[in-house]
């Protein structure tokens, strides 16, 4: 395929001025997220709910494990809001370690939460994602909603089409997870051959902080 020219690109913009802030600011944005980023050489994503609140037993988790991976030297990297985010981003913080926000700007505002040290802000969801599909050697998945899963099928799409090398994808919760690993092996696999046997090892499901420990330790890294 022929490389756009730098001149191409600006004639681009020319002729589409009406969008040319909006081309910008998705230039400026990617720009700064990849700065940003570039610091933190040893990192691991932790997402989740950002409605799950301290009486949880996920919250609880995910702030045990973040915890013990901060004192291994990780950088904790969440999306910045509140629930298993916030716990992660506490556990980080108490633990001495480094505690990363990437946060999203919404029409009904999503504040950071407070155990966030260091963060960078979008107002582009699809920039965010790919700066949080790009940062880590490892992603830990809590339970969540839409954007959880979202975020989850990205990754498992990323790895299986090898656009990125194959890191460890871990689903913690088994309650929560099975009935969905069952529905991707009985029907995306079994009954339409959607997928093929070997998609099903891109992910590992745990139960808990401890066993996704573990297994983070067994990867050697």
């Known amino acids: 395929m022929k490389k756009v020219s730098r001149a ?3 004639q ?3 002729d589409y001025s009406e969008e040319a802030d909006e081309i910008y600011s998705i230039a400026t944005e ?10 933190y050489k040893k990192a691991i994503s932790i997402y989740g709910s950002a409605r799950h609140g301290l009486d949880s037993n996920d919250y609880k988790q995910a702030s045990l494990l973040a915890g013990r991976l901060a004192k291994d030297g990780f950088t904790i990297i969440t999306g910045g809001g509140p629930g298993i985010m916030e716990a992660a981003n506490k556990g980080a913080s108490e633990a001495g370690g480094k505690s990363v926000g990437i946060n999203i700007t919404l029409k009904h505002e999503q504040k950071i ?3 966030v040290g260091e963060s960078s802000e979008f107002s582009h969801f699809f920039i965010r ?3 949080l599909s790009f940062a880590s050697k490892v992603y830990i998945f809590f339970p969540g909603g839409f954007g959880t899963l979202d975020e989850l099928f990205e990754m498992i799409e990323l790895v299986q089409t090898e656009k990125i090398p194959r890191i460890p994808i871990i689903l913690v ?3 929560y997870w099975t009935p969905l690993l069952a ?4 029907t995306l696999l079994n009954n339409h051959h959607a997928i093929n046997k070997e998609d099903l090892k891109i ?3 745990v139960d808990n902080a401890d066993e996704a420990y573990e297994f983070i330790k067994k990867q050697a890294l």
């Open 183 to 186: 529905w991707i092996e009985e």
């Open 113 to 115: 939460n407070k155990y």
């Open 173 to 175: 919760d088994k309650h």
């Open 30 to 39: 990617f720009a700064k997220g990849y700065q940003f980023l570039r610091q």
């Open 8 to 10: 191409q690109i600006e």
């Open 129 to 131: 994602k790919i700066m």
């Open 203 to 205: 992910y590992h499901l």
């Open 12 to 14: 681009l913009v020319k």
